[in-house]
């Protein structure tokens, strides 16, 4: 495709724009980073909008995405890291997926190094030593990955085994009642584990309750994305609001996670398990 038909191409997209959300640090306490969210340009759910494209239109879309969330950051002034989402299957054509991400932040003078890439899990990649190629070449461009929504599909774990990211972000089925749900803890214990062993930062999502904020608190995190600290804002960086923890609660085996006291980097109501589309829209939220 010519620089030409794809601008054509792009302009030939529905118009949307983004909510972002903030994803916090507890112990520096402020906004790490915030994860750019599609919207319709009436704040239409990012479903509405997919629902739009498949195939090939799709795999544009994907990649405007991300240059427009880009070009909006760069607009609002937005001075944290950036996440983005990435389709797998969109993702795989490195000319329309990287290349244009990578042209924004130049275009925008907004720092490759702040942009972290988050790929889903839930969406089945065909060939997972592909795809990890393809998160490699990400990271030779100097952006950060996550592996988004560890934990709610199928293909963490395999995926995991070939490209380990710069960050995890557990899925908001595993945090909801977490401090009074046995199973659960193991499994979290376990994945916090791996994510020490392998030197990734892990971001707990889908946060709502203080009770659930606190068990995590328990364990050594310190980095959150939920309706807890702030809802997604339709272009513009909301306000942030972390619970002060009162001493005494529920006592966790703490496991040592890193320390990011640096600046480093939820639960979304179109939560689309239901939805035959649901790995494309859950990569979007
Ligand atoms: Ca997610
Ligand atoms: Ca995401």
Known sequence: MTAASKRKHEMELL??????????????????????????????????????????????????????????????????????NLLPSAALDLEVGLNSTVEAANRNGFPLERLIVEATEVEAVSDLVRFAEVLNEYRRAGIRLAID???????????????????????????????????????????????VDLGIDFVVEGVETVDEFSWFTDLGVNLYQGYLFAKPMFEAMPLINIPDLAAGGPHVDRILLPDRSVGRTSRLTDYCSHVPNAGVVQSLR
């Open 15 to 84: 118009d949307f724009t983004f909510a972002f959300q903030p994803i916090v640090d507890t112990v520096a306490r402020k906004t790490y980073s915030h994860e750019a969210l599609v919207r319709g340009v009436n704040n239409e759910s990012a479903y509405q909008i997919l629902q739009q494209y498949t195939g090939r239109d799709l795999a544009v879309f994907d990649a405007a995405c991300r240059s427009r969330a880009i070009d909006l950051a760069s607009r609002i002034g937005l001075d944290t890291f950036l996440n983005l």
């Open 149 to 195: 929504d560890f934990g709610a599909g199928y293909a963490g774990l395999s995926l995991l085994s070939e490209f380990q990211p710069d960050f995890l972000k557990l899925d908001m089925g595993l945090v909801r009642g977490i401090e009074s749900h046995g199973p659960r803890q193991s499994i979290v214990r376990a994945i916090a584990q791996v994510c």
